[in-house]
């Protein structure tokens, strides 16, 4: 499994950007797509995920009501929208996959296949 993420860059507080998460190499069905972040500092933090079969969604809640995930099954894409940024959403974003046999849950455990992060940065 192979994840490309898109989609990072610098934004003024209050504004918008859209993360992509390109998935591929999947030979199984089921399991979820997740988003984490990491900011200096501090530990990894799982904000949001979504089921891979089924729109079942988790968003934790330092950005809930802010996030919006969502998937292009037929691009094979995972989209992590967020608005109203803030400077504490300042962070490297990684998408993640699970294996088949886990579930979008707030648990965010068995993602076992990880992207190679993009910097969103939220300035003041």
């Known amino acids: 499994v192979q994840l490309v993420e898109s989609g990072g860059g610098l934004v003024q507080a209050g504004g918008s950007l859209r993360l992509s998460c390109a998935a591929s190499?999947?030979?199984?069905?089921?399991?979820?797509i997740g988003w984490f972040r990491q900011a200096p500092g501090k530990e990894r933090e799982g904000i949001s995920c979504?089921?891979?079969?089924?729109?079942?969604?988790y968003y934790a809640d330092s950005v809930k009501g802010r996030f919006t995930i969502s998937s292009d099954n037929a691009k094979n894409t995972v989209y992590l929208q967020m608005n109203s940024l803030e400077p504490e959403d300042t962070a490297v974003y990684y998408c993640a996959s699970t294996g088949p046999y886990y579930y979008c849950s707030g648990f965010l455990t068995g993602y076992d296949y990880w992207g190679q992060g993009t910097q969103v940065t939220v300035s003041s």
């Open positions: 190499g999947f030979t199984f069905d089921g399991g979820a």
């Open positions: 979504i089921g891979r079969s089924y729109s079942s969604t």
